[in-house]
């Protein structure tokens, strides 16, 4: 999975923004570790790994997917590759029945060529969500981090993302969590850079 492109830390047109639409959520950017938007070119590697990581903690899905890695010769994963595996044996590994069920559809559909990963970086962001979801056990939560965090797209956000509402009700004192027409409020404004407040706000769960 190589990298294609590191973009640097929050530039100020970046910063300066934020600090215009939304003070809340800039007094907390000093406060937080650095992080890049990156890139990477192999999406059927990425989108498995976006499957594994369903609904676990980071540290979890990180332990498991190196586990997957290791299935494939010299950590290669193929389409081809994966099918020839057991799905005992990438149960041993610790992922669930159903998220075998999903890597496996992910796989007969790239080679089927019902999903063309090679023109997946051309197209919009609504697109990409249709697209990936087509595949089982892929919903929109998959497909966004995808965006995020395998295209790098600039302006994302997962209103479905337990943390990042978990995230925002702490930061903005809600008493409980906030429906998504109170997110909206607040995520409209943080426009067209969203997946830099998303990575804000996953990063101040870990503040005290």
């Known amino acids: 999975m190589s990298t294609l492109y590191n973009s640097p830390y929050m530039n100020d047109k970046i910063r300066n923004h934020f600090q215009s639409v939304d003070p809340i959520l800039y007094s907390i950017i000093d406060h937080i570790e650095p992080f890049e938007l990156v890139k990477y070119d192999d999406y059927f590697v990425c989108i498995c790994r976006e499957i594994i990581g369903q609904q676990l903690s980071g540290k979890v899905a990180d332990v498991i997917y190196a586990r997957?890695?290791?299935l494939f010769p010299k950590?290669?994963?193929?389409?081809?590759?994966?099918?020839?595996?057991?799905?005992?044996?990438?149960?041993q590994i610790g992922t669930s029945w159903s998220k075998i069920t999903y890597i496996k559809d992910l796989a007969k559909k790239v080679m089927d060529r019902e999903i063309n990963l090679l023109t997946i970086a051309t197209l919009p962001d609504e697109?990409?969500?249709?697209?990936?979801?087509?595949?089982?056990?892929v919903g929109?939560?998959?497909?966004?981090?995808?965006?995020?965090?395998?295209?790098?797209?600039?302006?994302?956000?997962?209103?479905?993302?337990?943390?990042l509402r978990r995230a925002i009700q702490k930061l903005y004192a809600f008493k409980k969590e906030p429906t998504i027409k109170q997110m909206e409020k607040i995520v409209t404004k943080w426009k067209p850079y969203r997946t830099y407040a998303a990575r804000i706000l996953w990063k101040s769960l870990e503040l005290p």
């Open 68 to 70: 997957f890695l290791a």
């Open 75 to 91: 950590n290669q994963v193929t389409p081809t590759r994966l099918m020839k595996i057991a799905d005992e044996k990438i149960r």
């Open 127 to 137: 697109a990409v969500v249709k697209e990936l979801t087509r595949v089982k056990g």
């Open 140 to 163: 929109p939560w998959t497909a966004e981090m995808f965006l995020m965090f395998t295209l790098g797209r600039e302006d994302i956000f997962s209103y479905g993302d337990l943390g």
